[in-house]
């Protein structure tokens, strides 16, 4: 982006840092015209505190088709370097739907209290 | 036209006898809109028919013209273009407007600067296609704004004007801009069409490619719109930004009629409103659309018979001038209110007049008000019949008494008589 | 018969305002030639004009009413129909006999009729003023056609511009010309030029 663009980015998203929580908006006067959402990590805060079972990958046994990657909800299923499915923990909220959908039967839901 | 003349065609100031509905299209080229959806429906059909002819013949260079199977998918394209930062217009008339409705509140939510026209026509059942603005006066709520026109140059200047206003950022809110089906949309008038280096003057810049301050389509910058706000969210707190920017947007209007009066030479009162022979009036009539053209020759009969009679013109119903109604009500004893639509059920007939009627309240003004209704799905108003309107509210103010005759408290004037 | 009550008022053409009447049947573009006679005098430096169709469900073969009103000196601020024609312009004899139509016709309107023979005036109202004008006869002659019968405006126009000197064949010339285009002008051209002349007192 140019310069001047980046100037209006910032002006009106703001940038990833200093994005104005909810709690900035002192009253309507401030808010901006419409409500909008902007990308962000999170953005309903940490929910892998939600996570009662916990998605663990038989990475051994896993044939990489990829369906865990696509269906996960919250998109918090990466290929790693090595090719490997990984999951992030800090935002997996353990719903559940990868290991449903995995072909293969490679994902097991964990309780987390045994983790 | 070859390719080398359509490259060289720019528009010049010329007057030419035209339908409402062909001005209305000359109008939308001559603030070179960038995205054109529609649907045909009469009585507007005309209007896209003339930009299809435009864009097929070169005359409206970089304008897209998009298809679609029904005026929802129309509404739809049109918010997605303007959320794309371009300036987009379409038309419509009544029930194409009802099957837009949903759209149409997205339109403005999202504040975006559409302008759309309507050819106004009575709702159905049963099928009627005649002036009323019944289409317009239905989409009160919705967040657009609303103008009415009475002439055949009020709607081409009126479209420009609508550009001015919705593109202002303190604005950012749609726009209705209507006149009577078949009674302007199909009759022809003179109208003069302005030079293109002196409209492009006038108007804002197209949006350039970042579009819009407040809301874009860019993959550097994304962004969504539209998604849930739970009840402890700012949902009411967006509603009250629309109400405050609609309001605002009078003084707007008001600045950009007279910026348009200084530039081209045509004056549309104070932008919201037309006082014609209101001064030293006992009577005075509120009217709007066409009706307000004929009411003006009706005043001036009247006035040459001796009677104390003048009107207000009313241009906007959203945001409505009620500071102005104060002024005009002040100045009279008795005021009329002609409304060509209807509010059923509502205690202060039709919808215009209960506006004037609420405005009124509670204000110290003791101005009588007579709500009228007339000239519904294109019944016929005669200029004896505006006079006899004019004449009755003078019996009133004479009298004090209401005229008999009333249907719960309004006049509907011009009913059929069996002879 | 149920019927509108409607007050016939002070003349509009007391104003300066002159109101054309036409009476046609669908397809014989009459709605057209409305808005074309506001174009001629427009062009002639009339100050104002308005065409005025009565659109409803109509059909071809169905009556249809157009009106005109024009004004040399001010602004017209009416959109009701002409009660009290000045002119009235007839695509076809058989109208003459439809109420509708016959009711208008006032001492003072002129009436111009699409015939081929002389009007039987004892049929008529009492008017000053009838001219005659074979306009399907030179539209015929002229192959100056739709699919669908003779273009009977042209013709029509041309003959009332010869009446009423509000305008000339090199007006409707120029706007036929922007209005159509240069090649179809022609035979809208010679036409008219044919009913310019043929035009005679019935």
Known sequence: MSKPEEEKWKKICKSKEERPKVQEYKNWTELPPIPISLPLDGSMGRTGDWR???????????????????????????????????????????????ATECPTKNIEMKRESEM | MTEAEQRDFIQKKESKILKGNIAAAYAAKSARVQVISAYPITPQTTVVEKLSEFVDGGLMPGTQYIKVESEHSVMASIVGASIAGTRTFTATSGQGLFYMNEMIHWAAGARL???????????????????????????????????????????YDEILMSYKVTENPDVMLPKFVAYGGFVLSHTSKPVMIEEQDLV???????????????????????????????????YMEFRMKIHDAMVRAKEKIKKVAEEFERMFGRSYGNGLVQEYKLDGADVGIVIYGDLALQ????????????????????????????????????????????????????????????????????????????????????????????????????????????????????????????? | MKNQKRKVGKKVSENGTIEISFAGRGGQTAVTASKLLAQFVYEKGFRDAIAIPIIGAERRGAPISAFTKISKTQQIKTYDSVVNPDYMVVFDISLLQIPKFKNVIKPKTTLLVNSDKALDRDKLPQIEKIY???????????????????????????????????????????????????KKADLNIEVARAAFNSVKEG
């Open chain 2, 200 to 234: 492009d003057k006038f108007l804002p810049p197209l949006p350039d490619e970042e579009g819009w301050e407040h809301i874009f389509i860019d993959p550097e910058r994304p962004m969504m719109h539209g998604n849930l706000i739970m009840p402890s969210g700012f």
């Open chain 1, 52 to 98: 009662t079972f916990r998605p663990v990958i038989n990475t051994s046994e896993c044939n990489k088709c990829g369906i865990c990657w696509m269906y996960c909800p919250e998109g918090v299923i990466q290929k790693n370097e090595d090719g490997d499915y990984e999951i992030d923990l800090e935002y997996c909220k353990g719903c559940g739907i990868c």
């Open chain 2, 113 to 155: 600067p559409i302008v759309t026209t309507l050819a106004s026509r009575g709702p159905a059942p049963p099928w009627n296609i005649w002036a009323d603005y019944f289409d317009v006066i239905n989409a009160r709520d919705t967040g657009w704004m609303s103008a009415f026109c009475s002439t055949h140059q009020e709607i």
């Open chain 3, 132 to 182: 005659i004008i074979d306009a399907t006869g030179i539209c015929i002659e002229h192959k100056f056609m739709l699919s669908s019968g003779p273009i009977l405006n042209i013709p029509m126009l041309s003959a009332f511009g010869k009446i009423t000197g509000f305008y000339d064949l090199n007006t409707m010339e120029k706007v036929i010309k922007e209005e159509f285009g240069d």
């Open chain 2, 295 to 419: 009411m003006e020759q009706a005043v001036d009969e009247l006035r040459d018979e001796g009677y104390k009679v003048g009107m207000l013109k009313l241009r906007y119903f959203r945001p409505f001038p009620e500071e102005d109604i104060r002024k005009a009500a002040k100045k009279v004893k008795v005021l009329g209110v002609v409304d060509r639509a209807t509010a059923f059920g509502s205690p202060t007939g039709g919808p215009v007049s209960s506006e004037v009627k609420s405005t009124l309240h509670n204000s110290g003004i003791e101005t009588k008000v007579l709500p009228m209704i007339s000239g519904l799905g294109g019944r016929e108003v005669t200029l004896e019949q505006q006079k006899d309107q004019l004449k009755i509210l003078v019996k009133m103010n004479e009298t004090g008494e209401l005229p008999d005759d009333l249907l719960y408290g309004t006049l509907w004037h011009g009913k059929l008589e069996v002879e």
